[in-house]
């Protein structure tokens, strides 16, 4: 047996210099982030000058200069394109709630869906809206006509057929800009908007506020309207190409969902709902959102049927790149795409310019480029699985085989069995760098850790492949040769349906993904470099290496041991900003809990709750009280029960009684889903006590045996008791209680005087709800609600005596109510107040 030779072509570029240019790009990111887009000027100076430098000096301190102009150079460039002056863009829209006209050109056709998507969406009986992206460049608003140059999101609540993309289009309708963040953890949309160019959103009523008019006079006007059409006619081609070649499918089942999902890159159809939480949770998310590898299979196989026919090289990149084009083409503009389709450009360039490169040197100009493109993407975890696991399979593998056979056996002298068997073994090396290099990037973001990641990946990968192969090709056929692409769609469907459901047996296994609490950035890094460390080693040391990944594992899991989560010495209330809904995060001891946990935004426990809880260290969180039986209070606890342990939901027997009278109703299919899930329901009423680590929280209504035809004259109400060094704190939860029940509560309690207490029913303003606030005279009242109830000046002058604070207008409001006595009060938009419980220190509190 001999060494195998490396092959004698043009030499390999080092990829040092790529490496240390986008390192320093990200340095520069981060640094800017971190001191707020304040040293614009400063940044760029300091890079001119280290750039002086660099030519003064040679080798070391050069290199060391240009490390630190490009650096340097990068927050500048953050700060310039990011860090832009929000208020001046927000300023830019009127803030009165009048009629805004705004003329532009659809940059793609209107997209019609339900008004509010999530898993409870069918329950939700509304008609379709529109929404679609336009250009614009006129405004008219209550300060006159001007000029603009910037998109605009619209929603219509109804449908648009009478446009298409490529239109000019008055629209007349509210527009608002984009809103700061409002809960703990949410990203800047602002940032976010400016890296796009977005001026805000706009809601219009009725299509026929969207008027189409007269294009503009001028060549580029018409050349970026013909953009626009075209590409939205070529998408509008590929889905009816889809549609014709499996024309015999249900159009309901998993399988075409998932293949529309693959082929097409639209994930948005609810079938699609399970299977990518079943394939998120295994691991392998990334096998079903259109990335890197699916053009890489692409283009691979294209290569292979190129290579069959005799291309030329040459020849061969140029049609590659044209299809990897014209593929980015069909399927929806979305970040991961386009880096995808960058990264599969640079390496053909790479190959067609006849000279070597080192693979990790072009993924390192590769990610350069996507960074200066948007910048905001070194953030994003799609970015870093990216181009991470990218980076891992570019580099690991191969020093993991030579670990694994020291000497190289020539492909000539293997028999089939042992070249088969080399080739299984390959496959499983590169599934198991590319699952260890993820797992710590996955845990940080969505906190959770898949168990049989790397199985998965194995299993479903070949499947993935024969749908791109067979699904490209009865796309192309379905316009040429129809009864043959009719053929080959029931067959792709079988293999979609396959996939589909593989997916969902393999997240049904048995421990198949471990939820785990937040992890620190610092963790994350520590991680990755301990695993990259193990994986690149020259030599096998058992002891050494699985020490090193055990410690991963152990720092990991003692995140979650009880004596790491944070002690709150008294109560804390976090009430989160959901819109038009409720969550009340709860916190004592140790221990935690969530009152309500709902939105009008039936998305929102998918993504946007979860994320804040985390950011607020909640975890785990074994408690839910459901007040009562409204979806904008109970829609996200189905999300939540998995990822953070919940293990009862506290609810009335009216709301059991509820589900049970309608057994096709929402409230009846969450029961299914706890039931499925293993999660208790405990029935409480007016005496009994839920207990919160050192305190409780006495049920105060409604009666045992009550019986309320209205669901929020049932709403629990609950007061939590906080011993205190200043005496006994109280804090009152309400639910939607209405006219009845505040009756019987201040009957049954007349003395209730709360320090802390929920606005009843969202704060909803009526004459009986501002008598209750006022005969209960708390210190302190949050308002959990949408901007519809904001500021209501009917309550100005209960707000007038008293610390007021509305999620709407203030983002996420936290309590603390301290062992000493003292209660702080902050909210995510503005600063912390300190006050204490008293007649005096309610007349000097800050009102709102």
Not at 111 to 128: D, E, S, W
Not at 236 to 250: E, N
Not at 637 to 651: A, C, M, N, S, T
Not at 724 to 750: K, N, V, W, Y
Request: with cysteine; net charge neutral.
């Amino acid at each position: 047996m001999d060494e195998r030779p490396r092959p004698d072509r043009a030499p390999l570029l080092p990829a040092a210099p790529a490496l240390g240019a986008w390192l320093c790009l990200a340095a520069g990111y981060v640094i800017a982030d971190q001191f707020g887009g304040v040293f614009e000027e400063l940044w760029f100076a300091g890079a001119v000058a280290a750039g002086v430098f660099a030519l003064a000096f040679r080798r070391r301190m050069a290199l060391i200069a240009l490390a630190i102009g490009m650096t340097l150079g990068g927050a500048g460039y953050f700060d310039w394109r990011i860090q832009g002056d929000f208020k001046e863009r927000a300023e830019s829209i009127t803030t009165d709630r009048v009629i805004v006209h705004i003329e532009g050109v659809l940059r793609e056709d209107p997209k019609h869906g339900p008004p509010i998507p999530g898993a409870f969406a069918p329950f939700v009986n509304l008609p379709p809206v529109a929404r679609f992206t336009v250009r614009a460049d006129r405004l008219i608003d209550g300060r006159g006509e001007r000029r603009v140059n910037a998109n605009v999101l619209v929603r219509v609540n109804e449908t648009t057929p009478h446009v298409r993309a490529g239109d000019r289009v008055r629209l007349s309708g509210f527009l608002t800009p984009i809103r700061p963040p409002m809960n703990p953890g949410e990203p800047d949309a602002r940032r976010w908007a400016q890296q796009e160019n977005i001026l805000g959103r706009m809601s219009v009523s009725a299509r026929d506020n969207v008027e189409q008019v007269p294009a503009l006079p001028g060549l580029a006007n018409r050349v970026r309207a013909a953009r626009y059409r075209l590409v939205a006619r070529l998408r509008a081609g590929a889905a009816g190409w889809l549609d014709d070649a499996t024309g015999a499918v249900d159009e309901n089942d998993r399988g075409r969902a998932a293949l529309v999902a693959l082929l097409l890159g639209d994930r948005d159809d609810a079938s699609m709902r399970d299977v990518s939480q079943a394939m998120r949770r295994t691991g392998v998310a990334h096998l079903l959102s259109i990335s890197g590898l699916h053009l890489g299979v692409l283009v691979w196989l294209l290569v292979m049927a190129l290579r069959g026919l005799g291309v030329r090289v040459g020849i061969e990149a140029i049609i590659v790149a044209a299809v990897v084009i014209l593929y980015m083409t069909l399927i929806p503009v979305r970040t991961p795409i386009v880096r995808a389709g960058i990264m599969a450009l640079a390496y053909l360039s790479a190959e067609a310019a006849g000279r070597r490169y080192h693979p990790l040197a072009v993924l390192a100009w590769t990610g350069v480029a996507v960074l200066l493109w948007r910048p905001l993407e070194l953030w994003s975890p799609g970015f870093q699985l990216s181009f991470g696991v990218v980076a891992a399979i570019i580099v690991f593998p191969p020093r993991v085989v030579q670990r694994l056979h020291p000497i190289q056996i020539e492909p000539d002298v293997l028999t089939a069995k042992r070249w088969f068997m080399r080739k299984i073994e390959q496959a499983l090396i590169v599934a198991a760098c590319a699952w260890l290099i993820a797992s710590p990037i996955i845990a940080f973001h969505f906190g959770m850790f898949s168990v049989i990641g790397m199985i998965a990946s194995i299993v479903l990968f070949p499947l993935v492949v024969v749908v791109l192969g067979v699904g490209a090709g009865a796309i192309l056929l379905a316009a040429l040769l129809p009864s043959v692409a009719q053929a080959l769609g029931i067959v792709l469907d079988a293999i979609a349906s396959l996939l589909a459901e593989c997916a969902v047996w393999l997240d049904a296994l048995p421990f198949s993904v471990v939820f785990l609490p937040p992890l620190s950035v610092w963790w994350t890094l520590a991680a990755t470099g301990a695993i990259a460390f193990v994986l690149s080693s020259a030599a096998w040391r058992p002891r050494r290496d699985i020490g090193v990944l055990a410690l991963v594992a152990l720092s990991a899991a003692l995140h979650a041991a009880p004596f790491m989560r944070p002690t709150i010495r008294g109560l804390r209330i976090d009430t989160l900003s959901v819109d038009d809904g409720a969550c009340h995060l709860i916190r004592s001891g140790k221990e935690a809990m969530l009152w309500d946990a709902g939105s009008r935004l039936l998305w929102f426990g998918e993504r946007d709750l979860p994320r804040a809880l985390r950011a607020l260290n909640a975890w785990p969180i074994r408690t839910i009280i459901l007040s009562h039986p409204n979806l904008d209070h109970y829609s996200a606890i189905p999300d939540l029960v998995e990822p953070f342990g919940v293990r009862e939901i506290v609810v009335t027997q009216g709301c059991l009684d509820f589900a049970a009278s309608d057994p096709l109703g929402p409230t009846a299919h969450l029961i299914h889903q706890l039931e499925e899930l293993d999660v208790n329901l405990r029935i409480v009423a007016a005496g009994d006590v839920v207990p919160l680590g050192p305190i409780a929280l006495d049920v105060l209504h409604p009666e045992l045996g009550d019986e309320w035809t209205d669901l929020n004259e049932g709403s629990l109400v609950a007061l939590a008791r906080v011993p205190t060094d200043e005496g006994e704190r109280t804090a009152l939860f309400c639910g939607d209680i209405e006219r009845s029940a505040m009756a019987a509560i201040m009957q049954h309690h007349p003395n209730l005087h709360p320090d802390v207490m929920e606005a009843p029913h969202h704060g909803s303003a009526r004459p009986f709800a501002i008598r209750f606030v006022e005969t209960l005279d708390p210190l302190i009242v949050v308002q959990s609600t949408g901007l519809q109830r904001a500021g209501d000046d009917r309550w100005d002058h209960v707000r007038a005596e008293r610390v007021w604070r509305t999620t709407a207008l203030d983002g996420a409001i936290t309590v603390d109510i301290a062992r000493s006595g003292a209660i702080d009060v902050s909210t995510i938009r503005h600063g912390k107040e300190t006050l204490l419980s008293g007649a005096s220190e309610k007349s000097t509190s800050t009102p709102q």
